[in-house]
C-alpha cells in the first residue's frame, strides 16, 4: 500500500504543541499502525497553485496516498477509519454514531472557539471587542456544558474509542489555552484519557519534533 502524504505547516504557529490540525490525521494514522510521511508547507506556499490543487481554500492538512487527495480533516480521518480498522466499531449503528460525533466535534463544538479566537486575536485592537469577548466567551461555555452532559461518567462518548472521540478530543484541545476546559472537570479528564493513549503521544511527539527540526528549504 502507498505511504500516505500530509502536509503540515512548516513551522506551525502554535510551536508544536498539538493544536494544527495536522495533529488530528497524524493521530488517526497513529492509531491504526499507518507509517505516513509529512510535507512542510510554508505560509507562502500554501497559496501557491500547486498546493491549491490539493485543498482550493489553501489550508493544511491535506493527505495524498496513491490517487487519492483529500483535504478537511473530517474527511481525511473519516476515510482512515473506514479504510483500516481501530477507529470504527464493527456494526453498523455504531459505525454512524461515530461519525455522528465527527460531525459534532467539527460543526456543534468547534465553532465556538474559533469565533473566540476571532475575538480575543483577529478583532481584539477593536473598540468594541472587550465589551464583546464576555459574550462571546459564554457562548464558547455552552456547547460544553451540553457535551459534559452527554458524556457524564462514561469514559468515551459512545463505548469503545472511536474516530468520534479522536475528533472530539482534538478539538476541545483548542480549549484550553483560554481556560475554558478547566471549568468542565468531566471534560478536561475526558481529553486526559485522549491524550494518554500511546497513539496520540506519538503524534504529538511527531509533531513536535517536526516543528522543533533544523529550518531546511522546502522541495
Aim: net charge negative; charged share 25%.
Amino acid at each position: 500500500m502507498t505511504t500516505p502524504v500530509i502536509t503540515a505547516f512548516d513551522r506551525s504557529p502554535d510551536g508544536g504543541r498539538g493544536l494544527a490540525r495536522d495533529t488530528r490525521v497524524r493521530w488517526a494514522l497513529e492509531e491504526v499502525g499507518q507509517a505516513y510521511e509529512v510535507k512542510p508547507m510554508t505560509f507562502e506556499a500554501l497559496k501557491q497553485p500547486q498546493h491549491l490543487a490539493r485543498n482550493p481554500f489553501g489550508q493544511i492538512p491535506t493527505f495524498e496516498a496513491g490517487g487519492l487527495t483529500l483535504f478537511e480533516t473530517g474527511g481525511i480521518i473519516l476515510h482512515i477509519a473506514q479504510s483500516y480498522p481501530g477507529l470504527l466499531p464493527d456494526d453498523a449503528d455504531g459505525q454512524a454514531r461515530a461519525q455522528m460525533w465527527m460531525f459534532a466535534a467539527v460543526n456543534s463544538v468547534e465553532p465556538a472557539i474559533l469565533e473566540l479566537f476571532n475575538a480575543k486575536i483577529v478583532e481584539g485592537d477593536k473598540p468594541w471587542a472587550a465589551e464583546r469577548l464576555p459574550i462571546v466567551m459564554e457562548r464558547a461555555r455552552k456547547p460544553l456544558q451540553r457535551l459534559a452532559a452527554a458524556l457524564g461518567e462514561n469514559e468515551w462518548l459512545d463505548g469503545a474509542f472511536s474516530a468520534g472521540d479522536l475528533m472530539m478530543v482534538s478539538v476541545l484541545l483548542r480549549f484550553r489555552p483560554a481556560g475554558l476546559l478547566d471549568e468542565f472537570p468531566t471534560l478536561a479528564a475526558y481529553v486526559a484519557r485522549g491524550e494518554a493513549r500511546p497513539a496520540y503521544k506519538r503524534a504529538f511527539d511527531a509533531q513536535l519534533a517536526f516543528n522543533t527540526r533544523p529550518q531546511e528549504s522546502e522541495a
